[in-house]
């Protein structure tokens, strides 16, 4: 069975510019997170759907991030406009419901440039 | 002061060597996971646990509910194991996040 799966696996973008991220997760997983990872840092939360509901945006910058899970399976995360403080690796991540364990996709490395 | 800390930071180990990572934290849990992130990859859930001890291969993961503390140990370590390990705690409703350990094996 396929993994989470995300994309792209790299992204360079010049600041100001839009960019969108896209997260496939496991068949059945009702529960999808997008996480932003700093160098040397580990993940933080931005985002967490329970099917197609966003039940935890508290961390997400709403003034230039956007999320969306439509149907309650893939879901897109979208900056606009990109600042370069973005520079990160954004990973995706879904569990099945009632679960702790959740399983993570590549990630995809983001540069603001 | 962050709800998960983990030690050391860095570490380099030759190989065959025993190698320990220390996770504490200072919130409620109902579990807590150790996962694996090689350069440039995603991130692997090596173990979860609530209480006690399990072994992987030649990974082991101890915790201590009272002390609030948990431990990582590769045996006979190996350069592949290079990569930086994250412990993490289920809070309520979200995991939180050590800052990771990295781990150098050399030949």
């Known amino acids: 069975e396929a993994g989470v799966v995300q994309s792209p696996r790299y992204k360079i973008i010049e600041k100001k510019q839009p960019v969108a991220f896209w997260c496939n997760p496991i068949?059945?997983?009702?529960?999808l997170y997008w996480y932003r990872q700093n160098l040397g840092q580990g993940p933080e939360l931005l985002i967490r759907?329970?099917?197609?509901?966003?039940?935890?945006d508290s961390q997400l910058p709403k003034d230039r991030f956007s999320a969306e899970r439509l149907k309650g399976v893939d879901s897109t995360l979208k900056i606009q406009p990109a600042e370069l403080g973005d520079s990160a690796v954004y990973l995706c991540?879904?569990?099945?419901?009632?679960?702790?364990?959740?399983?993570f996709g590549q990630g995809t490395r983001l540069t603001v440039v | 002061k962050n709800e998960v800390e983990q030690s050391p930071q860095n570490l380099t180990a030759q190989e065959g060597e025993f190698i320990t990572i220390n996770c504490s934290y200072s919130?409620?849990?109902?579990?807590l996971h150790w996962l694996q992130q090689h350069p440039g990859g995603g991130i692997v859930s090596l173990f979860m646990?609530?209480?006690g001890k399990k072994k992987h291969g030649r990974l082991i993961a101890t915790i201590n509910i009272q002390e609030k503390h948990s431990s990582l140990h590769i045996t006979a370590s190996h350069p592949r194991d290079s990569a930086v390990y994250i412990c993490?705690?289920?809070?309520?409703?979200?995991?939180?996040f050590g800052t990771g350990t990295r781990l150098q094996v050399f030949p």
């Open positions: 991540a879904s569990s099945a419901s009632g679960a702790t364990e959740a399983f």
């Open positions: 068949s059945g997983h009702n529960t």
């Open positions: 759907y329970e099917n197609e509901e966003a039940v935890d």
């Open positions: 919130v409620g849990i109902s579990a």
């Open positions: 646990l609530s209480s």
């Open positions: 993490a705690v289920d809070g309520t409703d979200k995991l939180i």
